[in-house]
């Protein structure tokens, strides 16, 4: 696991809210009641934070609110579309964003799909995908798997290989199309965005029960920490180079 996930999985809402809840139990029971009661309260109310939907969406807006969806009109742009993986809940939507545009292209379009589960060497998910664009009419030469890459850097680089500066379609949730996007172009990649997925509500009135806790919305916020965390660590790798 690289140090960049470690640090991810420490610095999202669900797990620092898990911790300061945890330490402050302990606290407690070592007759430091200040300092424990402190932490809890602060656990509590950061739960409570990050599980309403306005927050939510707050944190999701600067990461979904550039692109919007690939328009009929623009698929004649590229011959190709690119699906990154993003686990199987994902990988759904981005599966089906990949074959709608498949069809507008009446066919002609070429699918790679680009990823692999840094916890196996086997391809499942790329596989399983493979096979879903299959059993809905697309021709098996024309899906290209890239199994190698484990995350978005890897992922980039990995398709710059195989397109050049070709113009492409990409594929990915809107949430993570940002990110993509600028690690893409800084590669002079020509990447014509193609986001699904999105997580945050558009266009609507926040009502009561939006602010009832959701279990939905702390998985959003911790989608968002992990897009924020991912850009400010590329950048500063790019930095220091």
Excluded: C
């Excluded at 507008?104 to 879903?132: H, K, M, Q, W, Y």
């Amino acid at each position: 696991m690289s140090f960049l996930k470690i640090v991810q999985g420490f610095l999202l809402p669900s797990a620092f809210v898990a911790l300061f809840v945890i330490i402050g139990f302990i606290l407690l029971q070592k007759k430091k009641k200040k300092w424990g009661k402190g932490l809890i309260i602060a656990g509590l109310l950061s739960y409570y934070l990050f599980s309403i939907t306005p927050v939510s969406d707050f944190i999701l807006m600067p990461l979904e609110e550039k692109y919007s969806t690939l328009k009929k009109e623009d698929i004649e742009k590229a011959d190709k579309a690119v699906l990154l993986l993003g686990g199987r809940e994902s990988n759904v939507l981005r599966g089906n964003e990949a074959l709608r545009i498949w069809h507008l292209s009446g066919g002609e379009i070429e699918l790679i799909i680009s990823g692999a589960d840094p916890r196996t060497t086997v391809p499942e998910e790329a596989r399983a995908l493979r096979n879903f664009f299959i059993h809905r009419g697309v021709e098996a030469d024309d899906i290209t798997i890239e199994g190698e890459s484990r995350n978005t850097r890897e992922n980039v680089l990995k398709i710059k290989e195989m397109v050049g500066e070709e113009p492409f379609f990409l594929v990915t949730s809107g949430y993570h199309m940002e990110r993509s996007m600028r690690e893409f172009r800084r590669i002079d990649a020509n990447p014509i965005p193609a986001p699904t997925d999105f997580k945050r509500r558009r266009n609507a009135e926040y009502g009561f029960l939006d602010f009832v806790p959701d279990a939905q919305n702390l998985r959003n916020s911790d989608l968002a920490f992990h897009e924020h965390i991912g850009t400010f660590y590329y950048r500063l790798i790019f930095l220091l180079r």
